[in-house]
């Protein structure tokens, strides 16, 4: 995995623990934990306002409609979808969230408008690439239409759904990515029936393609340009900008292309300018820098004779995954209304000191809009702890190496715990080395273990206490963490977690009324070291390990009711704001297919309605998409039976048994059922 981000919020280090208020100061009687206190630690707040919360059940609450009233107990929520056969891992998406999102984009932007006395409108776009899927899209038309918002495409395919799903009447359709001249005769002629396409130059080629389908076709287009922007955007889409960026002009080919266009007599058909310098902006200085230097080229090009009348700045409005309201990347440091508010006073500026009229604005915010509307909720197999008991006595009789780790356990104090770890290490070093020359046996190995994890659990007790955490002992903490069993595939939900290190929040979603008292890791299905997520956010910096609820052991009644179920009670995580670029970024390492999804609304009376059912994949859909024919593998199977039953290997009945199962697997769900 990629090392951990050098960046750090407040320029303070973070001792991987919970707030001290959570300790307290380790003398005052311990009181008793409270959901308020579930709230401070997850960071709830922070990050899921004003969608998600905690009730005093201690369940995850949600409120899809914002402030605006209404609430489902999230827990509650998948007992229910459980018994509708719908199994864990489970995608739920609110639309009402989606719907929400766009509304407060849409009402920032008029506010702005007002507040500055802007001549012109917003008119923005959702781009596709974010979240494709058929019902969310449809949803969004459909939540748009009164604001006329668009689509943006930015390949061939999402054009595609865009012409075929968006049909708001003033609504925009910008066509972004490398166009083959298919791709541009598609959009001009969308225009015939009604589509307002905008053609986004991105490579000098496309102009030439654009002039001579214009001519051919005789429909004239409405044409922009995609600006590399010299303002760099930062963190990790920091390289979409500037002037090696992938994509976009440069100012010297931007000026090509307009002479390109003048002597086309097209000039009248570039309308629009365009740049986008990378997904989650942390800083609002960055983008006011940008808008700045675009507000800057829009005058120009509309002085060089363009008809000028729309900037559209892009995505990079930024989620505030970890709550904290930094500029670390995994957060932001501004509100969504102060990134309307720059845009709006900067164009206007722009525009107003050379008497041009305001343009329409556009934004393209994708992780913005369909972030919050999913939730992940995954149900935990089991864990792997360190086992720590409390050691026997050590006397002269045991070998010299353990007695000194005995004396040691016994010697721990705040006074000395620094050096008392350092003391049992160097002895279990010690030992190990020799066990491995034979001068210790087996017994007296293991047992010098078990020394050590003593020492080590009562040093992090201490640690735990302290506000400044040592360098050397900062890794404690993670020794010590238990390994919980996921049922998800990190690769299949949360790919991001695995390719650029981006934190999610993730959280029980019931027990919030009881301490966590375990510290874990998560470790998925796949057989693969990467599946796995150890980072997490935290007020500072990235927390290493969660804090956990132990799983609680079924008691002998419901366990008979539950007779093929695990041995402990559910355990259910979210993870929460995913809902951006991660269901199409999956993959099927493993052959962990895509998970159930729903579509949950609320209902006028206070409830709830599922939508949409969107079964996961069985078996036999991955297997298909590696080609494999499901028929041709019973047969096989099936043959390997009748070979063994001739040979005497199996009876009739296990042979019958094995085809049955096989055969119902692949009609089944790829995650395990508990
Ligand atoms: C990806 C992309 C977006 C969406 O960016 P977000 O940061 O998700 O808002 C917008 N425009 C273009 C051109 C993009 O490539």
């Known amino acids: 995995m990629v090392s951990k981000p050098n960046m750090q919020k407040d320029g303070v280090r973070s001792n991987g623990q919970r707030p001290s208020s959570f300790h307290g100061d380790g003398f005052s009687p311990k009181r008793a934990w409270s959901i308020e206190d579930s709230e401070e630690l997850y960071r709830i707040s922070g990050w899921g306002d004003p969608y998600f919360s905690i009730n005093a059940a201690g369940h995850v609450t949600v409120s899809p409609r914002g402030d605006r009233g209404g609430s489902l107990d ?8 459980k018994l509708r056969n719908l199994h864990l891992p489970l995608l739920i998406r609110f639309s009402d969230i989606l719907q929400d999102r766009l509304e407060r984009l849409n009402a920032v932007f008029a506010k702005a408008i007002a507040r500055y006395n802007y001549n012109g409108i917003y008119r923005g776009v959702f781009p596709v690439k974010c979240n494709q899927q058929r019902h969310l899209i449809e949803d969004l038309v459909r939540f748009g239409a009164p604001h006329q918002f668009g689509l943006e495409a930015g390949s061939k395919p999402e054009l595609m759904i865009a012409l075929a799903l968006l049909d708001t009447p003033e609504a925009l359709l910008i066509c972004n990515g490398y166009k083959d001249r298919e791709y541009i005769q598609t959009a001009i002629l969308a225009r015939r029936m009604g589509q307002n396409t905008i053609i986004v130059l991105e490579q000098l080629e496309e102009v030439d393609y654009v002039i001579e389908e214009c ?6 287009p409405v044409v922009g340009v995609r600006a590399k922007l010299s303002t760099k955007g930062i963190g990790r889409w920091g390289t979409s900008a500037g002037d090696r960026a992938k994509f976009g002009l440069t100012l010297p080919e ?5 002479e390109k266009l003048r002597a086309a007599e097209m000039l009248d058909c570039l309308q629009l300018l365009h740049y986008h310098i990378g997904s989650q902006i942390s800083a609002i200085s960055v983008i006011k820098n940008a808008i ?21 700045v892009g995505g990079g409005l930024g989620i505030d995954y970890d709550g904290s309201k930094t500029n670390f990347y995994a957060s932001k440091n501004y509100s969504i209304q ?8 900067e164009v206007k500026e722009a525009c107003d000191e050379r008497n041009l009229p305001a343009p329409t604005l556009i934004s393209e915010s994708g992780r913005a809009i369909a972030a919050h509307q999913s939730v992940l909720v995954f149900d935990i197999l089991g864990t792997s702890d360190v086992t720590v008991e409390i050691p026997e006595p050590s006397d002269e009789s045991e070998h010299l190496i353990i007695q000194n780790l005995y004396e040691t356990y016994c010697s721990i104090s705040v006074e000395n715990y620094q050096e008392a770890f350092h003391d049992a290490t160097q002895f279990k070093e010690e030992a190990v080395s020799l066990f491995g020359f034979g001068y210790l046996s087996l017994t007296e190995r293991v047992r010098a273990e078990r020394l050590y994890w003593a020492c080590c659990a009562s040093i992090l007790a201490i640690v735990r206490q302290q506000d400044y955490v040592p360098d050397d002992l900062e890794d404690l903490e993670k020794i010590m963490a238990s390994i919980y069993y996921a049922n998800l595939s990190v690769f299949q939900s949360a790919p991001d977690t695995w390719a650029i290190d981006q934190l999610f929040p993730i959280m029980p979603i019931h027990r919030l009324d009881e301490e966590p008292t375990q510290r874990g890791t998560l470790a998925d299905l796949t057989c693969d070291s990467d599946g796995k997520i150890n980072q997490f956010i935290d007020l500072r910096d990235v927390k290493h390990i969660l804090e956990l609820h132990a799983l609680k052991p079924l008691n002998a009644s419901s366990a008979q009711s539950n007779s093929n179920a695990s041995n402990h009670e559910p355990y259910y995580l979210g993870l929460f704001l995913g809902g951006a670029y991660q269901e199409i970024m999956g993959n099927l390492h493993n052959l962990f297919g895509a998970t159930n999804a729903v579509h949950i609304q609320l209902t006028p009376k206070g409830g709830y309605r599922i939508e949409h059912v969107v079964k996961g994949d069985t078996m036999q859909a991955v297997l298909g998409y590696v080609q494999y024919d499901v028929e041709d593998l019973v047969e096989n199977v099936r043959r390997k039976t009748e070979q063994a039953l001739q040979e005497r290997k199996i009876t009739l009945d296990e ?9 119902h697997s692949l009609s089944r769900y790829t995650y395990l059922s508990p």
């Open 655 to 663: 042979a019958q048994q094995l085809l049955q199962n096989y055969e």
């Open 338 to 345: 102060n990134y309307a508010n720059d845009i709006v006073a």
């Open 74 to 81: 999230l827990y509650e929520l998948v007992k229910a979808l």
């Open 215 to 220: 001519r051919r076709l005789g429909i004239r």
């Open 254 to 258: 931007i000026l090509q292309a307009v």
């Open 292 to 312: 700045r230097e675009a507000s800057q080229i829009y005058v120009e090009l509309a002085q060089l004779g363009a008809a000028m009348q729309y900037l559209d």
